[in-house]
């Protein structure tokens, strides 16, 4: 339970909703009308606001712009059959993004701002949830450090904001995935499970070659030996082989311990597949590739939600799959949809109500 915030409201005075075309939401590009800011200043949380979506004006010395303390969270708020809005998993976010905020030496956001924060503003813009397949609001927690200094040491000021934006889907089509294995995201003893701003733009090079050449994201390998699988582009991974599902496990640090992920976990077991946690080396994929064992891969995450991978390049080869025939991930992803949308009972209490 969270207690009852004081957070200071100021209306915006004309709704921009109806300029938005709901047959045509691409992933992240419109802003509800209102967002949520706190500042941290001296030490403590300010007064929480909720005030009108605007731009915010910041100093050119301001320390994130320069250093790179920039945390954020993605996460989805649904409307259910009554048209109640949800939110699917929040208080998961809420504790990785401390975890995020306490490697990139930043203040831990109390969870009354966080979750009652967000809970109100949804409740506010609840209007602009789509209520059609593949569509959401997507929910923008995010924090970076203000201090005006170009000295290199932490900040003692930081911002937190969330903005909400009515999205559809990110990948709207099963995906040809570049296995990566020059470049690297994360190595033992760094950022990769932190939801750190830099992961994101450190990503973007090769992410960029792999597009030249026609893929739609990269397969990341481990740093240290380019062995093992990690994520692929904003998503983590899984590999169906023989009856057993598999994704990389989280012990090094490397990467991101996914909602959608752990969602995804327990609706593989409910679906009677073994689920392996554990290093998975592109030998072993490509061999049950050629033993035709490899039966299906696909990633997931907030933003993906789940999609399918109909190729993976590596090597000099293209392992190729018929998406069409699989049985596993695309029922998972309807069976989510269908608890996201309130469809069938939410058994795990995955959904937590608006207000
Ligand atoms: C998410 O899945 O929510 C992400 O943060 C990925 C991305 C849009 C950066």
Redesign the pocket.
């Known amino acids: 339970m969270t207690a009852a915030l004081d957070i200071l409201l100021t209306r915006s005075l004309h709704s921009r909703l109806s300029d938005l075309d709901l047959d045509n939401i691409p992933?992240?590009k419109h802003y509800t009308d209102h967002m949520l800011e706190v500042d941290f200043l001296d030490g403590q949380w300010r007064q929480p606001v909720i005030k009108p979506y605007q731009h915010l004006s910041l100093a050119p010395s301001m320390a994130a712009l320069h250093y790179g303390q920039a945390i954020?969270?993605?996460i989805k708020a649904y409307v259910d059959a009554d048209g109640n809005p949800r939110i699917f998993r929040p208080l998961d976010n809420f504790y990785r993004f401390n975890i995020s905020a306490e490697r990139m030496q930043m203040p831990v956001v109390p969870e009354d701002i966080f979750m009652e924060g967000m809970k109100q503003l949804v409740s506010l813009d609840r209007a602009w949830i789509p209520n059609k397949k593949d569509h959401s609001l997507?929910i923008r927690p995010f924090m970076f450090s203000t201090d005006e200094l170009i000295g290199v040491r932490p900040s003692d000021n930081y911002k937190f904001l969330i903005i909400l934006s009515p999205s559809g889907p990110?990948y709207s089509a099963p995906m040809r995935i570049h296995v990566e294995e020059q470049y690297i995201r994360a190595a033992p003893g760094g950022v990769g499970y932190a939801?750190a701003a830099g992961n994101?733009g450190a990503a973007m090079y090769a992410t960029a070659q792999a597009r030249k050449h026609g893929y739609d994201q990269v397969l990341w390998m481990d740093g240290l030996e380019r062995k093992y699988v990690q994520e692929c582009g904003?998503?983590n991974v899984f590999f169906i082989i023989g009856d057993t599902a598999i994704t990389p496990s989280l012990e090094q640090g490397t990467i991101l311990n996914g909602v959608t992920r752990q969602s995804v976990i327990t609706l593989l077991q409910e679906a009677h597949l073994r689920v392996e946690e554990r290093p998975l080396s592109l030998d072993e994929i490509v061999e049950a590739y050629d033993q035709g064992t490899l039966k299906e891969v696909f990633g997931t995450?907030?933003?993906?939600t789940i999609s399918l991978i109909k190729e993976l390049a590596c090597r000099e080869r293209e392992l190729t799959f018929e998406v069409e025939k699989w049985q596993y991930a695309p029922a998972i992803k309807q069976k989510l949809m269908d608890i996201r949308a309130g469809r069938i009972p939410d058994l795990h209490g995955w959904m937590m109500p608006v207000g």
């Open positions: 992933f992240g954020f969270e993605g997507y990110y939801k994101y904003t998503m995450g907030t933003a993906a």
